[in-house]
Structure formats: C-alpha cells, structure tokens
C-alpha cells in the first residue's frame, strides 16, 4: 500500500521536524530527491551563530552515539536524515538524539 507507505513517512519527517525546531535557530524541511531514492528526506540547517557545532561535527556526534546514527553524508552544510529507511519507533530516537546534539552546541 503505497499511500500509507508515503503516510508513515511523512509522520517521520514531521516528528523529526517538530523535535529538531524546538531548538533555537533550527530549521527543518521535507525534499524529495528528483532523480534516485524519491523518498522523504529530511534537510536540517541551522544559524552557525546560536548553534555552535558544523555539521560535520554534529555527524561525528551522532555516529558516535549511543545509539551511533548514521545520516546521508552528501551534504556539507546540514544533516539529511532519510525517513524511509527507519524502523517503527526508531523516528523518535533519531529525532531526540539530534536535537540533543543541536541543543547541547
């Protein structure tokens, strides 16, 4: 069922995107990638000047745990948390853990 597939998804994204802007300075949002993985991903950024960690220093963070995270590498400028790829309940871990490390930067 793909729609309630795209559902869960979305639910995903939108529980990560709540968390993560709770924090001061951060923001969040849903893209679909055009051309492979067309699935929800979830794009965070935030102002270098109220959260004083890069992104590369906050992946080293999530990947070394605990839990270890792993995030899409591909982008220099914020984390990409791909949704789809979660198990059931593994969204509101993800979700507290980064903004743990947003929020302690």
Do not use: Y
Request: charge should be positive; hydrophobic fraction near 40%.
């Amino acid at each position: 069922d793909h729609k309630a597939e795209w559902k869960d998804w979305e639910k995903r994204a939108k529980q990560l995107i709540d968390s993560v802007t709770a924090v001061k300075g951060v923001n969040a949002e849903i893209q679909v990638p055009t051309i492979s993985n067309q699935v929800p991903h979830v794009h965070i950024t935030w102002d270098k000047d109220k959260v004083k960690i890069t992104p590369r220093e906050a992946l080293k963070k999530l990947r070394d745990g605990p839990p270890s995270i792993e995030c899409t590498p591909s982008a220099p400028d914020r984390i990409v948390v791909g949704v789809w790829m979660m198990q059931p309940g593994e969204a509101d871990i993800v979700a507290k853990r980064i903004r743990e490390v947003l929020k302690s930067a």
